[in-house]
């Protein structure tokens, strides 16, 4: 069964401090990884990672892929109150000739002023 | 991007109704999907909306309880039959835009089914 584990489930920060959430996974197929942010009921968009070793980075945020290991990190830099969300880690795959996403449960991040 | 618009936002139901959920996309879109949010549960794939064809639909989930349309290429309905609270979710339409597997979503439906 294709799974995706996110840790931790939640985590509680001051402003100013670094965070890295984890994100492995255990899928045939696997096509990409993606990373998202739920603040409210919509998740957004933020990162696609789909080779090995590659940091992507926008702004506060970056994020890298392990395909040996099976595994993807989400940093956050000098966290700030607008960052407090859950952060959606989904795998892409390709299953009976379509592609499918299976997401983990999250991780949410409160951050306190 | 996409600008996908979902209503209702939120509902308050009681059990044995049904709502149907809608989902608008500013362009044109070949496949829409249906995912639902349990609380503290992750995002779990309810369908597929092709336009023209029937929704294909994942283990666990029939169209009997959720009927899907999908009259044209930027519009689709989701309803939500017979409701009983474990019904109480978070329903989200989404769309894959740019060729890849990133998924634009709606704003969601916070459904309560008391």
């Known amino acids: 069964e294709d799974k995706v584990v996110q840790s931790p489930l939640s985590l509680v920060v001051h402003e100013g401090d670094t965070v890295t959430l984890n994100c492995s996974y255990e899928v045939t197929n696997f096509r990409s990884l993606l990373w998202y942010k739920q603040e409210k009921k919509a998740p957004t968009f933020l990162f696609m990672l789909t080779s090995s070793g590659i940091e992507k980075k926008s702004g506060r945020l970056s994020s890298i892929l392990d395909k040996k290991e099976l595994f993807s990190i989400l940093n956050i830099t000098a966290t700030q109150t607008g960052d407090s969300a859950i952060y959606l880690c989904a795998v892409s795959l390709t299953q009976g000739g379509s592609e499918k996403l299976v997401f983990g449960k999250g991780t949410k991040l409160t951050v306190n002023p | 991007s996409a600008v996908i618009s979902q209503k209702p936002s939120r509902d308050i139901c009681q059990r044995g109704t049904s709502l149907t959920i809608q989902c608008q996309v500013d362009s044109q879109v070949t496949m829409m999907f249906w995912y639902r949010q349990q609380p503290g549960q992750s995002l779990t794939l309810i369908a597929t909306?092709?336009?023209?064809?029937?929704?294909?639909?994942e283990s666990g989930f029939v169209i009997d309880k959720f009927p899907i349309s999908r009259p044209n290429l930027t519009f689709s309905t989701l309803t939500v039959s017979n409701m009983s609270p474990e019904d109480s979710s978070i329903y989200l339409c989404?769309?894959?835009?740019?060729?890849?597997?990133?998924?634009?979503f709606g704003s969601g439906t916070q459904l309560s089914v008391l």
């Open positions: 989404s769309v894959e835009m740019g060729g890849d597997e990133k998924l634009f």
């Open positions: 909306a092709n336009q023209g064809s029937e929704a294909t639909y």
